[in-house]
């Protein structure tokens, strides 16, 4: 097994090169190193190489970086038929960070198949909505009746959105909001949605894998673009 690299917190945030992440075979496809802080130079420093954090309470900070890895290009979204008689009837107010608090939360109350508890901790929603005020990261929202029913948050830098975390309370609530974001990225030159690892969900609306040293080239190109 590879031995996992870990990182002082006090240091200046450095990572190691990606293809140092264990693999399948050490049983953590995709692990980089452990350690480090979620503040914004650390989580800055992670993203632009297409690393990011992932971990249990009560294990330490994890930085990930799979591959293959799942990413959505906004010309390729597929817009189902459902989905689009939904959008054209309105039968969703869409917003984009008006509520970004509540769909962090809401992304990590919501229980999901196969998943005991969350990784989206307390130190972890405290690190995102400090990205927020710092105007990294942003929230899609589906709002009916005045009430929140589903949305999606994640971190842009330049022309690349990486998406963290959706949730859904209604259907099509999710598909919804991240309608709202490709939309949102066509209309801003944004040209990678990274969806971190495969779900069949986000495959069957247009993501595909692709290499992980293909993923870093994309992002070298595109993450300073403005």
């Known amino acids: ?36 802080a979620l503040s914004a130079p650390w989580l800055l420093a992670a993203y632009r190489r297409g690393i990011f954090p992932w971990f249990s309470p009560g294990q330490p900070i994890l930085w990930w970086s799979p591959d293959p890895r799942l990413v959505l290009l906004p010309e390729e979204f597929r817009c189902h038929r459902s989905l689009a008689r939904v959008l054209r009837q309105g039968v969703f107010s869409l917003r984009h960070n008006t509520a970004f608090d509540q769909v962090i939360a809401h992304c990590a109350q919501t229980p999901r198949p196969g998943q005991d508890g969350t990784w989206i901790t307390p130190e972890m929603q405290a690190a995102y909505r400090h990205m927020h005020a710092l105007g990294v990261a942003h929230s899609f929202e589906a709002w009916q009746d005045g009430r929140l029913v589903g949305g999606l948050y994640g971190m842009r830098l330049g022309k690349v959105f990486f998406g963290e975390s959706m ?29 971190q690892v495969r779900t069949e969900h986000l495959v069957s609306l247009g993501a595909h894998e692709i290499a992980r040293a293909q993923f870093a080239a994309l992002l070298e190109r595109h993450i300073d673009a403005v």
């Open 167 to 195: 949730f859904s309370h209604v259907s099509n609530a999710s598909k919804a909001a991240l309608a709202q974001l490709v939309e949102y990225a066509r209309a801003e030159g944004i040209v990678l949605i990274d969806c």
């Open 1 to 36: 097994m590879s031995a996992l690299t870990w990182l002082d917190p006090h240091d200046e945030p450095a990572f190691p090169p990606l293809d140092a992440a264990l693999t399948r075979a050490d049983g953590a496809d995709g692990l980089l190193a452990a350690g480090g």
